[in-house]
């Protein structure tokens, strides 16, 4: 702190210097002295008292009220104490006697927007900007007042600016954009991406960009010809592949918006994260109502098959595959999907609970006890999973494991029909096990839940 304190005195030296061999003058006993206390000042400010050196500066401007630089130190200290009204107060008298100091505008500004003055604050960063124009900060902190003002048309005038001083940029476009969609001018939000094109001939982005402000507006006839355009400069961009089918949508040309969805899924130069809300959307859709839904088996497939051919990284093509081949009872191929998906990620409950479907009706129960420890690790808490596992342990001939197992199934379950389903098997276990009573009890809680089932009559008027 001596260290950085002495620098400070040494460049205060230095400038004094430089005054004196611009100008030689005589330096006033009153002047050394005032020179003497304010670096006493200086270093208390920086030794963090701020007790005694709000009272140094204080002095000093009761002896010379036109001391700027002790009002500017007072606001410094204001302001490390985090009263940013009484900061920008003493800023602003510093800034009165000085009036072009540009330090002391800058504090001001940034004391005005610490207080929620922007009406100031906003005037001060364009003062400021007016004295530096090639200092972006000003123009950026003018810019952030008057949003917060709601100045919006001005706001947009201040990036302006700054575009003409750091030239053209995606995230100031799109920002300008989205101000003019805000005032509900769509036409000046599409005139910034046409700027670009003018600029940028070549780039597709810009024409795509401006097309889909149009579409979002539904302003078709407005849209179509950014997107002609782009097409004719790079008709493989899957970007432009994925705006063509939500325009041919738009405009009720089903086919063709069918047409390029599959392109930009089959592309795998699209972003996986980007396809899978719409693929999951028309999967859903095709599972909860089939072709009703107005989608083909054959195009459900053509859609799954895409996705696992352009991304066989990823689980979702692998796990929708399986459960098409489910719904056909196509189990052999169901599991061989399944197991490729496992192998990408086994954190998924859902994936286990249809492998484990599938393997109970391949008849397969040992491959489901040797993968129980490892799933039961990995959902300790999964009743369906348990279900799974304990009627697999039944059918393998291990009716201790299986009972074991159920009794935790049911302590996790809240599906009224899944725990009646629990208490069913578990019934059947402690039969094999030979204790008729919990055999009993557990059947009729599990017919008291709701389950009807001729067997389980059956069992409760022979061993009852």
Not at 84 to 90: G, I, K
Not at 117 to 134: G, I, T, V
Not at 353 to 377: C, M, N, P, W
Request: charged fraction near 30%; glycine fraction near 4%; charge should be negative.
């Amino acid at each position: 702190m001596k260290r950085y304190f002495c620098i400070l005195l040494l460049i205060f030296a230095v400038c004094a210097g430089s005054a004196q061999k611009e100008k030689p003058r005589i330096v006033s006993d009153n002047e050394r002295h005032v020179s003497k206390v304010y670096a006493e000042g200086l270093k208390e400010f920086y030794s963090r008292n701020f007790t005694a050196a709000e009272n140094t500066f204080r002095n000093i401007l009761e002896k010379n009220p036109k001391h700027d630089a002790s009002y500017f130190m007072l606001g410094k200290i204001k302001s490390e104490q985090r009263e940013y009204t009484d900061a920008a107060y003493y800023f602003k008298q510093a800034a009165s006697i000085d009036k072009n100091n540009e330090w002391y505008l800058v504090e001001l500004a940034q004391m005005c927007d610490k207080a929620g003055n922007y009406s100031e604050s906003a005037e001060l960063w364009k003062r400021l900007s007016e004295m530096k124009p090639n200092i972006e900060g000003y123009l950026i902190s003018e810019a952030d007042a008057l949003v917060h003002l709601g100045r919006y048309s001005d706001v947009i005038k201040v990036y302006d600016k700054l575009e003409i001083l750091i030239g053209y940029n995606d995230e100031l476009t799109e920002t300008k954009k989205n101000i003019w969609l805000y005032l509900n001018n769509v036409k000046n939000a599409a005139g910034e991406y046409d700027k670009l094109i003018a600029e940028f001939p070549d780039n597709v982005k810009y024409y795509i960009r401006a097309g889909d402000i149009y579409l979002a507006n539904k302003q078709y006839s407005k849209a179509f010809p950014y997107y002609e355009k782009a097409r004719a400069i790079a008709p493989n961009n899957p970007e432009l592949q994925f705006a063509l089918a939500e325009y041919y949508d738009a405009t009720g040309n089903s086919a063709e918006s069918w047409n390029y969805m599959i392109k930009v899924i089959k592309n795998p130069d699209y972003p996986l994260d980007e396809k899978l809300p719409t693929i999951k959307s028309i999967f859903t859709e095709y599972i909860l109502n089939g072709e009703r839904s107005g989608i083909k088996k054959s195009e459900m497939y053509e859609v799954v098959n895409a996705l696992t051919d352009a991304h066989p990284e990823a689980i979702e093509g692998w796990a929708n595959l399986a459960s098409m081949k489910i719904m056909d009872k196509k189990y052999d191929e169901a599991k061989i999907y399944l197991e490729k998906a496992l192998a990408i990620d086994d954190s998924r409950y859902t994936v286990w609970e249809d492998y484990f479907f599938v393997l109970s009706q391949l008849r397969e129960d040992s491959k489901i006890t040797d993968e129980a420890d490892r799933v039961l690790g990995l959902f300790p808490g999964n009743s369906m999973l348990q279900y799974s596992i304990g009627m697999a342990y039944l059918n393998t001939g291990n009716a201790k494991k299986a009972a074991e197992i159920l009794k935790t199934a049911a302590s996790f379950s809240y599906d009224t029909m899944l725990s009646a389903k629990i208490y069913y098997m578990l019934g059947n276990a402690y039969i094999e096990l030979g204790n008729k009573d919990e055999a009993v009890a557990a059947w009729k809680t599990a017919k008291r839940k709701g389950l009807i089932n001729n067997d389980l009559n059956e069992k409760l008027k022979k061993y009852e």
